[in-house]
């Protein structure tokens, strides 16, 4: 009887070990993720420093050599066209940059720059409300939620969650 039960508890045990095992997460956890999502962004940051750079050693279609003045009215006009494609693919890349260089900031310090730079925006409400001037602290309250609101957009387009953004601002202390 005793060497059944001794087999039955192994069997239990060796399940449950088996079970926990299987319960992780992959290798590295969280901080794996981090990394891979980090030396991404540092791969995307390349490509797309290289496509800036090919962009602007390239020279606008129809301007080597002229004068912007000797081009009839289509040619300008194309011209201008052309010159407004290239500035939105430009601002597409430096929008995708700066996209990429959040996620190599990490949430951590994203967060930290975020409180920060509300900082000077609470204590001009502070100093408003002290005076009771109503108008004036809505409107900075407004200016307030509205970068919170952009904040948090921005971090859970990278997403992180609600829950997650909560327990960064909670590790970083009072404000």
């Known amino acids: 009887m005793k060497k059944r039960s001794i087999l039955a508890v192994g069997i239990l045990l060796t399940a449950a070990l088996a079970w926990t095992a299987l319960a992780q997460p992959p290798a590295g956890g969280g901080f794996g993720r981090m990394r891979e999502a980090q030396v991404n962004a540092l791969t995307s ?50 929008a995708s940059m700066q ?5 190599l900031k990490g949430g951590r310090q994203l967060v930290t720059e975020h409180q920060e730079s509300l900082a000077p925006l609470k204590d001009l409400l502070a100093s408003a409300q002290g005076e009771k001037a109503t108008a004036t602290a809505a409107k900075i309250e407004k200016l307030i939620a509205d970068r919170q609101k952009q904040f948090e957009d921005k ?14 601002s909670q590790r970083r202390g009072p404000q």
């Open 45 to 94: 940051l390349q490509e797309q420093v290289t496509k800036l750079k090919a962009m602007m050693d390239e020279a606008p279609q129809g301007m080597q050599g002229r004068n912007f003045q000797d081009m009839t009215d289509d040619e300008r006009t194309k011209l201008r066209e052309e010159f407004t494609k290239r500035r939105e693919e430009q601002r597409a890349i430096m």
């Open 155 to 168: 971090m859970a387009a990278m997403g992180y969650s609600s829950e997650m953004l909560e327990r960064m």
């Open 99 to 103: 996209q990429q260089m959040d996620t």
